[in-house]
């Protein structure tokens, strides 16, 4: 069995949501013994030095990739809006691209292509017109639902109603393009419901965030309490939306609950900004080193979304971690929990106030709900069940 996959983003190392999702398919698939080829866009803002890739995963696979300029460019912007294409997606297409792709399923005959993500999508045209292979787009979330939550929570009137158009052309692109695809994989059922309300018609599987827990080992020896986290790439708007929210409405109350107190925030990108609640209380660290390393040293995981769409990736791994996860339903959305007994669900600023107060006070309480996180991680998140149902799904499509 030979695969492509397509990414927007060079999947290496894997230290964020996207390509965390995207290494541990591809290693998954390769313990079924699927043949991998991967094919990256390279964006500046996410840029990789493919020559400095050192992965044992990354020596058992064909790669390629072709470095591309995404940034926002105001006069693109303006004139697209005359166009019929959506912005968001179009500055992903390079004809350069293209043709290197084309070179590539020429060379090989691949059983599947699989598109991660939207943004790989404007190449679909490119497979079409060389390779017999079953394509599946596997939706890591909902793109144009992104969005209009996003301007949903934007107060400035102009933006908001850009980022109206923005979503509109989204929604348009993304329902024409996924009945154009012989499979769809969504992250989770609420995703899977989602695009069959927007008229998916495609076989549609639910694959879902694979981890591989030996990778996941917690010592709670070096477990400091009490101590709340937020780890997420800072330069995601709903991460940052979100953290400002909880920093600003809800952290003044929490931080009188103890002098001992610390709440440490963590991630890539981090804006300016947020260096100025550093105090004895809050510790901004910025991007760390060592992801698994930075959950295992706290206790509870704060994850106050506001918007977005999918699954957090970050959340899944803090309950592998046995964490304690705090968080808004909507950041918890498609991740098959029970509030109370597995993650605790605060959506206003009291709920978070009293579901903090009970974990701190009873710390009993968090452990619980930590142990009992990681035991749902591992039902549905073990990456060898994961890839099994994945290659199920391939060799029906191969032979049909």
């Not at 080992?217 to 070096?222: C, E, L, N, P, V």
């Not at 996860?325 to 106030?353: C, H, P, Q, R, V």
Request: hydrophobic share 40%; aromatic share 12%.
């Amino acid at each position: 069995m030979k695969a492509l996959i397509l990414t927007s983003r060079v999947p290496f190392p894997p230290n964020s949501g996207y390509p965390i999702v995207v290494y541990n398919t591809m290693k998954g698939l390769l313990r079924q013994g699927v043949e991998i080829t991967l094919f990256s866009l390279n964006p500046g803002k996410h840029a990789v030095d493919t020559e400095d890739i050192y992965d044992p995963l990354f020596e058992n696979i064909d790669f390629y990739a072709f470095d591309l300029d995404t940034e926002v460019n105001v006069l693109g912007a303006l004139f697209n809006i005359f166009s019929n294409q959506s912005y968001n997606v179009s500055r992903y297409y390079h004809e350069e691209a293209a043709r290197m792709l084309e070179n590539v399923i020429r060379e090989t005959e691949f059983d599947i292509v699989q598109f991660e993500g939207l943004f790989v999508v404007p190449y679909l045209d490119v497979i079409k017109a060389n390779s017999r292979a079953k394509t599946i787009y596997r939706a890591h979330n909902i793109e144009f639902e992104v969005w209009e939550r996003i301007a949903a929570t934007e107060r400035s009137a102009p933006r908001r109603a850009y980022l109206q158009f923005l979503a509109r052309r989204l929604r348009q692109y993304e329902t024409e393009q996924i009945n154009r695809f012989d499979q769809i994989f969504a992250i989770s059922e609420q995703d899977r419901q989602s695009i069959l309300r927007f008229g998916g018609s495609a076989g549609i599987d639910v694959v879902p965030v694979a981890l591989d827990f030996n990778n996941y080992t917690a010592d709670a020896s070096k477990t400091s309490f009490p101590t709340l986290f937020h780890l997420g790439a800072m330069d995601w708007r709903p991460n940052k939306e979100g953290l400002e929210w909880f920093l600003n409405e809800i952290w003044p109350d929490i931080e009188k609950l103890s002098s001992e107190l610390r709440f440490y925030i963590a991630g890539k990108h981090m804006q300016r900004e947020f260096f100025d609640y550093d105090s004895d209380n809050v510790v901004v660290e910025g991007e760390v080193f060592d992801a698994a390393e930075f959950i295992n040293s706290k206790a509870i995981m704060i994850v106050p979304l506001l918007s977005g769409s999918g699954m957090r990736v970050k959340i899944i791994e803090g309950m592998a971690m046995n964490k304690c996860i705090i968080a808004t339903s909507m950041g918890a959305e498609g991740i098959n929990y029970s509030n109370g007994k597995d993650i605790l669900i605060a959506n206003t600023a009291d709920e978070f106030y009293r579901s903090i107060l009970q974990c701190i006070t009873n710390p009993n309480r968090w452990r619980e709900i930590g142990n009992s996180a990681r035991q749902t991680a591992e039902r549905d998140h073990d990456i060898n069940v994961i890839a099994e149902r994945m290659v199920n799904v391939y060799q029906k499509l191969a032979s049909a």
